[in-house]
């Protein structure tokens, strides 16, 4: 089943390291999306990547975060000098092509920030 | 700002039953309404969708409807089964932001 994957499944980070996340998306799929889910929230978009491009990053914070979705390999979203705020679920998602078309999510990547 | 409301966080029905959740929203671009589904631990999983030429549509036990002057969505799901007890969440495409917008979903809970 060539799903969405995300790995680490669970990553814990103390206070100004950085933290790297990875998505592969489905197979035949070239555009990515990254959110994030705080407790007892919806999730929020960040930023949104084809192949080597970065479409729309509105949802980005300003500092510390950047994506990147290199020509070969999963997509990464990094957070540098990591801070208790940025403890939340981290979900990778895909689609066939951009617009309307359905979104397939990954697992997510649980992130604690010590 | 808050362009979708899910005004209930938890819902609870009985097996067999029909359940209804419900999502309002103020964004007059979204053009594009999904409902997604999520179990604990897991990412979401989608569910149904429709545009906003339709004001329905139906696959099996679920059916969406769409209310545009009302800026109203909804998902009936009948009869409720007891593996449908999960957290569901609305979303809207093409409110000016590649991305989906979510609601913060609605815990629905399947009593047997």
């Known amino acids: 089943n060539a799903g969405v994957m995300q790995n680490p499944r669970h990553l814990v980070r103390r206070r100004g390291q950085e933290a790297r996340l990875r998505c592969s998306p489905m197979k035949g799929h070239s555009h990515v999306y990254w959110y994030r889910q705080l407790p007892e929230e919806g999730l929020k978009f960040m930023v949104y990547l084809q192949k080597e491009n970065i479409i729309d990053e509105s949802g980005m914070p300003k500092e510390r975060f950047s994506a990147e979705f290199p020509k070969e390999g999963p997509s990464i979203l990094r957070i540098q000098q990591v801070v208790r705020g940025d403890s939340a679920a981290y979900f990778c998602?895909?689609?066939?092509?951009?617009?309307?078309?359905?979104?397939?999510f990954g697992p997510g990547t649980r992130l604690t920030v010590l | 700002d808050q362009q979708v409301k899910q005004n209930s966080p938890s819902l609870s029905v009985q097996e067999g039953r029909i359940s209804i959740l419900n999502c309002d929203y103020t964004n007059s671009m979204f053009d594009y309404f999904l409902w997604y589904k999520k179990y604990p631990a897991e990412g979401p999983t989608f569910l149904i969708s429709i545009s906003s030429i339709k004001d329905k549509n139906e696959d099996g036990r679920f059916t969406v409807f769409l209310n545009k002057s009302a800026k109203h969505l909804s998902l009936h799901i009948v009869p409720s089964q007891p593996g449908d007890s999960a957290v569901y969440f609305c979303a809207f495409s093409g409110g000016g932001a590649d991305g989906l917008t979510f609601g913060k979903g609605t815990h629905l809970i399947i009593q047997p």
């Open positions: 998602a895909s689609s066939l092509t951009d617009g309307y078309n359905e979104q397939f």
